[in-house]
């Protein structure tokens, strides 16, 4: 009696963009002026968070709009 063999399939990794944490860039940190803040509902948010720059980075640090 023969035996008869199967290969199985490798899968190989694709040559696409690596799995894994993607950077963010910096249109993900420019102030959005059409959202409101999923917390406050305060404009602009930061698009990376959702959320305003206060409750993103808390409130000294947003002084005066710096961010």
């Not at 944490?21 to 993900?28: F, G, L, N, V």
């Not at 999923?38 to 948010?45: H, M």
Request: hydrophobic letters at 25%; glycine letters at 12%; a positive charge.
């Amino acid at each position: 009696m023969s035996r008869k063999t199967t290969r199985r399939k490798v899968r190989r990794p694709s040559k696409q963009q690596p799995e894994g944490p993607q950077a963010c860039t910096k249109a993900d940190m420019e102030p959005d002026w059409n959202g409101t803040c999923e917390v406050c509902g305060a404009s602009p948010i930061v698009p990376l968070t959702g959320m305003c720059g206060v409750c993103t980075f808390g409130e000294a640090d947003t002084a005066g709009g710096n961010w």
